[in-house]
């Protein structure tokens, strides 16, 4: 299934048949991906009147519901509702699916008791390309990142340049395997987010931040069109489900 697609002056070929999913899926249970200081997501058939909605228990069908925070259970692509007192809705406001994206491998940098990445890191791995997204993979880059629970642990974090960095490139979404593009605890001031939306100017409404993928050892860094898809939630953020599609030279 190959497929040449026209991007700007350039045309561009991938294979449809070859996705590279970077996904985490949700899944019941504590051995789910987790942050935020909140249990396990929950899948549970229904119960009706005693009788549970299962086939294993002689329903005639499957009725699961489902409990989960998109924040904190799995891969999620949010806008700049999840920090504005406006509400703007995932589903609103992506309305294009289809990136040029760039994929890098970045080994954090120690400042203090943390570990950070930096513009000069970002740069560095850039260069002068020209892309719409960018999707980070970090070190180490192991598989206990789908399982991982992130509450309390001071995880890796962007530094407020770095974020300058790709808005003042151009990066409208950023993905990253991380549970937030900010320091766990910050007091609040949320500088990564507040920098890649422009919240106090003129608020990025049609950019997104992907949070939680997962990028195997596999996939190489180098450019990808990337498929970013999402369930319709009109919410500040939606699961997501994002593909990556490697360019045929």
Not at 21 to 36: E, L
Not at 49 to 73: C, L, M, Q, R, Y
Not at 81 to 100: D, R
Not at 177 to 197: C, I, M, Q, T, Y
């Amino acid at each position: 299934m190959i497929t040449t697609i026209q991007y700007n002056s350039r045309k561009i070929k991938i294979d449809l048949s070859q996705p590279l999913d970077i996904s985490i899926s949700i899944k019941g249970g504590a051995s789910n991906v987790n942050a935020w200081y909140i249990g396990p997501p929950t899948i549970k058939p229904e119960v009706f009147d005693g009788e549970t909605i299962s086939v294993e228990k002689g329903a005639a069908v499957n009725f699961n519901t489902i409990s989960f925070n998109p924040h904190s259970h799995g891969t999620h692509t949010e806008t700049a509702g999840h920090i504005t007192k406006e509400q703007y809705s995932i589903n609103k406001y992506l309305k294009q699916f289809f990136f040029l994206a760039e994929v890098v491998t970045v080994a954090p940098e120690k400042l203090g008791d943390d570990y950070v990445i930096s513009a000069k890191q970002l740069q560095f791995a850039l260069g002068n390309k020209k892309r719409e997204a960018l999707v980070v993979r970090t070190m180490p880059n192991t598989r206990d990142k789908k399982s991982r629970q992130y509450s309390n642990t001071n995880w890796t974090y962007f530094k407020e340049d770095a974020i300058k960095l790709l808005v003042k490139k151009g990066i409208k979404h950023l993905l990253i395997d991380l549970p937030s593009v900010d320091r766990e605890e910050d007091g609040g001031e949320l500088k990564g987010h507040n920098a890649f939306w422009n919240t106090k100017g003129r608020i990025r409404k049609d950019a997104t931040i992907t949070e939680f993928i997962y990028v195997s050892n596999k996939i190489s860094d180098g450019m990808y069109m990337l498929n970013l898809q999402i369930a319709p939630f009109e919410n500040d953020a939606t699961p997501s489900k994002p593909v990556l599609y490697k360019v045929m030279e």
